[in-house]
T-cell receptor, first 118, second 110 residues
Framework: DSGVTQTPKHLITATGQRVTLRCSPR?????VYWYQQSLDQGLQFLIQ???????AKGNILERFSAQQFPDLHSELNLSSLELGDSALYFC?????????????????FGPGTRLTVT | DAKTTQPNSMESNEEEPVHLPCNHS???????IHWYRQLPSQGPEYVIH???SNVNNRMASLAIAEDRKSSTLILHRATLRDAAVYYC???????????FGKGTHLIIQP
């Protein structure tokens, strides 16, 4: 158990809909990362938040957005869903250090949310 | 992040050591070498990381070449539970997300 929790475990929805995935980081971790894993694209970094502020963006679509709340939990919002958005979505957390010092710290991943768009 | 090259798959026997290679010839002086693994139906799991010196922890050892252009993850005594995809990742520049390649699919034979 990594200490990172994600809800829900599974989500089935229709094209065009909007969903929200939730992540609670390990106690004390200030950084939250979101990743998408699909069969054709592999594991891809989407976005990072650090202590409530967006820190870095990866291959995140404009239809997707995220936020981190004062209690440090994070939500990933996916809208106008398409069949190709079906994937596993992972959240990871890391200690709260800034800048390049963070390179020396590991990330702890949650169990993921499996999204199926029909 | 600089690119890494790993074999697509490797096979080993249970209770034997496993050496997983990773080439990273374009590594920069400030890039850290991280290893993660992903067991079937689970999220990625941190294994070990290092910068220049060899590293040991309870899960594995990381041997880093003197020129840092390659590294080897060593599982000292593989178990069936070690069957997973192992990812070698370089982290440098900004402290953003991990860049996963295709990794090495490790198969453990009983």
């Amino acid at each position: 158990d990594s200490g990172v929790t994600q809800t829900p475990k599974h989500l089935i929805t229709a094209t065009g809909q909007r969903v929200t995935l939730r992540c609670s980081p390990r106690s004390g971790d200030l950084s939250v990362y979101w990743y998408q894993q699909s069969l054709d694209q592999g594991l891809q970094f989407l976005i990072q938040y650090y202590n409530g502020e967006e820190r870095a963006k990866g291959n995140i679509l404009e239809r997707f957005s995220a936020q981190q709340f004062p209690d440090l939990h994070s939500e990933l919002n996916l809208s106008s869903l398409e069949l190709g958005d079906s994937a596993l979505y992972f959240c990871a957390s890391s200690v709260g250090v800034a800048g390049t010092e963070a390179l020396n710290y590991e990330q702890y991943f949650g169990p993921g949310t499996r999204l199926t768009v029909t | 992040d600089a690119k890494t090259t790993q074999p697509n798959s490797m096979e080993s026997n249970e209770e034997e050591p496993v050496h997983l290679p990773c080439n990273h010839s374009t590594i920069s002086g400030t890039d850290y070498i991280h290893w993660y693994r992903q067991l079937p139906s689970q999220g990625p799991e941190y294994v070990i990381h290092g910068l220049t010196s060899n590293v040991n922890n309870r899960m594995a050892s990381l041997a880093i070449a003197e020129d840092r252009k390659s590294s080897t993850l060593i599982l000292h005594r593989a178990t069936l539970r070690d069957a997973a995809v192992y990812y070698c990742i370089l982290r440098g520049g900004g402290a953003d997300g991990l860049t996963f390649g295709k990794g090495t699919h490790l198969i453990i034979q009983p």
